[in-house]
């Protein structure tokens, strides 16, 4: 199955208890679809597993795959992502997308100017956040995913239009405003 067929939906975060159970971690906008998605593969296709979710868990999920029976099996599978395939995933809205569709794009300024690439999206509680890298811009640049700043997405054409806030694309730091005091 080609890398662009399946969609990262979770990892496996390591055993939980000693009757082969693990601790998944969902990466599903509803965490507990996880488990609505047939056989979930490995990143590479080689392991497929049936996963019944049996409890939430502090950090997700405590849940059984097919074909695990023991602690030291569901340890040897800890950080193992799990795939499911991109045709038992929902059809989303115009201005929604998987982020599995974002990595790799061009992003662009609106007046055309590659920026560079987008390599990961990032949510840390307040929305997701483009990580871009390119030529000159270091260890990369943190744009706010939002319909102000990222107003074009195009998947046909493999592009991304931003329109970043004042100097964030630049070395100088953005004017600030005088105190009123």
């Known amino acids: 199955m080609a890398k662009s067929d399946q969609v990262c939906v979770g990892a496996i975060m390591g055993a939980f208890g000693v009757r082969g159970e693990v601790r998944v971690k969902s990466f599903c906008a509803e965490p507990s679809d996880i488990g609505a998605y047939g056989p979930l593969s490995t990143e590479d296709g080689t392991r497929q597993f049936t996963l019944t ?3 939430p868990v502090k950090t997700g999920y405590a849940a059984k795959l097919s074909g ?3 602690k030291d099996a569901a340890d040897a599978l800890r950080g ?3 795939y499911a395939p991109r045709s038992a ?3 989303l809205p115009d201005d929604e997308f998987y982020h599995a569709d974002l990595i790799g794009l061009a992003v662009l300024d609106t007046g055309g100017e590659a920026i560079g690439k987008v390599a990961a999206i990032l949510n840390h509680g307040a929305g997701d956040i ?3 890298r390119g ?3 270091g260890n990369g640049l943190l744009i706010p995913f939002t319909a102000a ?3 074009t997405v195009d998947l046909t054409a493999g592009r991304i239009i ?3 806030p004042d100097g964030l694309l630049s070395d100088e730091p953005a004017p600030r405003s005088a105190d009123k005091g």
């Open 53 to 55: 979710l049996t409890r």
């Open 68 to 70: 695990i029976r023991d």
């Open 80 to 82: 193992t992502r799990l």
């Open 89 to 91: 995933l929902p059809s």
């Open 130 to 132: 483009l990580e871009v």
């Open 135 to 137: 030529k000159g811009l």
């Open 149 to 151: 700043v990222v107003p």
């Open 162 to 164: 931003v329109d970043p």
